[in-house]
């Protein structure tokens, strides 16, 4: 596609359930990242995928957060057991391998209540 | 590790005034250097970069270069408008890593 596409742009869920938050790069780029922005706050790293290297998941913040990429393209982050505190806008971009600029989607704000 | 130190907001100015945010930066390597914005209601777009030290990076007026001797790369504007109000992020890159992101600083301007 054009852009890097998020779904849903929005989700609410009740604490305590799975969800589930997909990414579609734009074609060709072999580096994916996920971050989150909560309200009012910077972008937390969570994870990056590079081509077919192991990702680096040193930003996940607990072993309730996980992340695939299939077929070095789409992308879903799963958050298990989902707390109030998950509630922020999860951000995904893409980019070509090396030191170029990132594109990121709209975004998924995840409001768990 | 590496990182970025930004500029503390919120930053309030009149339009057509001068703007500087500050960005400094620590890299074990040599990164890229880039500043993002966030309009309001929107996602991060990029607004400029520089990939080597003495590069300037420029778009819609603004403009920011590479000092590798002081590791700094400053967002400058000369002149303010209203629809300049956003977020702005500074962030480095090295090959292979992710993207390292400043804690934003949000510029609102006024008429």
């Known amino acids: 596609g054009a852009g890097v596409s998020q779904s849903p742009s929005n989700k609410v869920t009740e604490k305590g359930k799975d969800v589930e938050l997909r990414c579609d790069p734009i074609s060709g780029h072999t580096a994916l990242y996920w971050y989150r922005q909560s309200l009012g706050q910077g972008l937390e790293f969570l994870i990056y995928f590079q081509g077919n290297s192991a990702p680096d998941k040193s930003g996940l913040p607990s072993d309730r957060f996980s992340a695939e990429r299939t077929g070095g393209s789409v992308s879903t982050l799963t958050i298990q057991r989902t707390q109030q505190e998950d509630s922020a806008v999860y951000l995904c971009a893409s980019s070509f391998y090396g030191n170029t600029e990132a594109f990121f989607g709209q975004g998924t704000r995840l409001t768990v209540v | 590790g590496d990182s970025v130190t930004q500029m503390e907001g919120p930053v309030t100015l009149s339009e057509e005034a001068f703007l500087t945010i500050n960005c400094t930066y620590t890299?074990?390597?040599?990164?890229?250097l880039f500043w993002y914005v966030q309009y309001p209601g929107e996602g991060l777009q990029l607004l400029l970069k520089?990939?080597?030290?003495?590069d300037k990076g420029s778009n819609k007026g603004f403009e920011a270069t590479y000092r590798k001797e002081t590791t700094s790369f400053h967002l400058e504007k000369g002149s303010v408008q209203v629809s300049d109000s956003a977020v702005y992020f500074c962030a480095l890159k090295l090959t292979g890593n992710q993207f390292y992101f400043g804690t934003g600083t949000s510029l609102t301007v006024i008429p």
């Open positions: 520089a990939t080597k030290a003495d």
């Open positions: 890299a074990t390597g040599y990164p890229s």
